[in-house]
């Protein structure tokens, strides 16, 4: 089944482990998303005060420098960043309360179904 979107706003990836990135970027571009990537939140906020705001976000929450909490507190400050929905992806299971308290527009668990991944994100970039 396929769930292919053309559309012109990317969908920003934020992830640490290169091999993780590359392999989502690729799957959702075979998909026929737009995608953009960064290894960490301070990437991505740079990211995000330089581009136009991406349909959604991939985040990441353990990564260095700046870690997916981090980011999306500050990016929750921001007005004019709030709005961007947010799918967490980690391989954390068991930080359920914690994850919620970053209010996500859903949640993925490392390793990702490709399935999982393509419904997922089109329920949110579509």
């Known amino acids: 089944m396929t769930h292919s979107r053309k559309r012109e706003d990317p969908i920003l990836v934020v992830e640490d482990n290169a091999d993780v990135r590359a392999s989502v ?13 960064v290894a960490n939140g301070l990437e991505a906020l740079r990211y995000l005060r330089c ?4 349909c959604l976000i991939l985040l990441d929450l353990m990564m260095p420098v700046m870690d997916g909490w981090e980011f999306r507190r500050r990016q929750q400050q921001d007005p004019q960043l709030a709005p961007i929905p ?3 992806v980690s391989a954390v299971h068991n930080q359920g ?3 919620a308290d970053l209010e996500p527009a859903d949640c993925l668990v490392k ?3 490709a399935e999982v991944l393509f419904d997922t994100v089109a329920r949110h970039c579509s």
Do not use: F
């Open 25 to 37: 970027e690729e799957l959702l571009v075979s998909e026929g998303y737009q995608v953009d990537s």
């Open 51 to 54: 581009y136009p705001p991406p």
């Open 86 to 88: 947010v799918i967490v």
């Open 97 to 99: 309360e914690k994850v």
């Open 111 to 113: 390793p990702l179904s």
